[in-house]
Protein backbone atom coordinates (compact mmCIF):
# COMPACT_ATOMS: atom_id res chain seq x y z
CA UNK A 1 0.00 0.00 0.00
CA UNK A 2 0.98 3.31 -0.54
CA UNK A 3 -0.35 6.74 -0.34
CA UNK A 4 -1.11 7.00 -4.41
CA UNK A 5 -3.07 3.97 -4.10
CA UNK A 6 -5.02 4.90 -0.76
CA UNK A 7 -5.98 8.15 -1.87
CA UNK A 8 -7.60 7.07 -5.26
CA UNK A 9 -9.47 4.39 -2.60
CA UNK A 10 -10.39 6.69 0.32
CA UNK A 11 -11.57 9.45 -2.83
CA UNK A 12 -13.77 6.43 -4.60
CA UNK A 13 -15.54 5.30 -0.95
CA UNK A 14 -16.05 9.01 -0.12
CA UNK A 15 -17.99 9.54 -3.13
CA UNK A 16 -20.13 6.56 -3.12
CA UNK A 17 -20.52 7.15 0.50
CA UNK A 18 -22.24 10.36 -0.13
CA UNK A 19 -23.90 9.11 -2.87
CA UNK A 20 -25.70 7.09 -1.16
CA UNK A 21 -25.55 9.05 2.40
CA UNK A 22 -23.30 6.68 4.27
CA UNK A 23 -22.38 9.07 7.35
CA UNK A 24 -20.49 6.82 9.02
CA UNK A 25 -17.22 7.19 6.59
CA UNK A 26 -14.15 9.10 7.67
CA UNK A 27 -14.21 12.73 6.44
CA UNK A 28 -10.63 12.69 6.58
CA UNK A 29 -7.75 10.47 7.00
CA UNK A 30 -4.65 11.84 8.37
CA UNK A 31 -2.24 10.53 6.10
CA UNK A 32 -3.71 12.21 3.45
CA UNK A 33 -3.25 15.08 5.29
CA UNK A 34 0.16 15.12 5.39
CA UNK A 35 3.08 15.25 2.96
CA UNK A 36 5.53 12.82 3.69
CA UNK A 37 3.50 9.73 5.67
CA UNK A 38 5.05 6.64 7.59
CA UNK A 39 4.43 3.46 5.93
CA UNK A 40 2.77 2.43 9.35
CA UNK A 41 0.62 5.61 9.49
CA UNK A 42 -0.87 4.79 5.85
CA UNK A 43 -1.11 1.12 6.30
CA UNK A 44 -3.08 2.29 10.01
CA UNK A 45 -5.65 4.75 7.73
CA UNK A 46 -6.02 1.66 5.10
CA UNK A 47 -7.22 -0.36 8.08
CA UNK A 48 -9.25 2.63 9.23
CA UNK A 49 -11.26 2.49 5.70
CA UNK A 50 -11.29 -1.25 5.64
CA UNK A 51 -13.53 -1.88 8.22
CA UNK A 52 -16.18 -0.05 6.23
CA UNK A 53 -16.22 -2.62 3.29
CA UNK A 54 -18.83 -4.75 4.87
CA UNK A 55 -21.16 -1.96 5.24
CA UNK A 56 -24.37 -2.63 2.29
CA UNK A 57 -22.92 0.33 0.79
CA UNK A 58 -19.78 -1.42 -0.13
CA UNK A 59 -20.71 -4.84 -0.83
CA UNK A 60 -20.68 -5.82 -4.30
CA UNK A 61 -18.19 -2.96 -4.71
CA UNK A 62 -14.72 -3.42 -3.31
CA UNK A 63 -12.31 -5.39 -5.88
CA UNK A 64 -12.52 -9.05 -4.19
CA UNK A 65 -9.07 -10.67 -3.86
CA UNK A 66 -8.48 -12.27 -7.12
CA UNK A 67 -9.40 -8.84 -8.68
CA UNK A 68 -6.62 -7.13 -6.28
CA UNK A 69 -4.04 -9.86 -6.96
CA UNK A 70 -4.14 -9.23 -10.99
CA UNK A 71 -4.33 -5.26 -11.32
CA UNK A 72 -5.15 -3.66 -7.79
CA UNK A 73 -4.39 -0.02 -9.30
CA UNK A 74 -6.62 -0.92 -12.14
CA UNK A 75 -9.35 -1.85 -10.49
CA UNK A 76 -9.61 0.98 -7.99
CA UNK A 77 -9.21 3.26 -10.38
CA UNK A 78 -12.04 1.95 -12.72
CA UNK A 79 -13.97 1.84 -9.57
CA UNK A 80 -13.23 5.74 -9.06
CA UNK A 81 -14.20 6.68 -12.65
CA UNK A 82 -17.49 5.07 -12.67
CA UNK A 83 -18.01 6.56 -9.38
CA UNK A 84 -16.97 9.73 -9.99
CA UNK A 85 -18.46 10.31 -12.88
CA UNK A 86 -21.45 7.97 -13.50
CA UNK A 87 -22.84 8.91 -9.94
CA UNK A 88 -23.40 4.81 -9.03
Known amino acids: MNRRLLKVIYDTLSIRSKNFNYIDFPKTIPSLQIENPSKEQIEEDYSKIQRHFYHP?????????????????????????NTKYNKN
Request: overall charge negative.
Open 57 to 81: VFQNFVPTYYESVDNIYGEWYKRYI
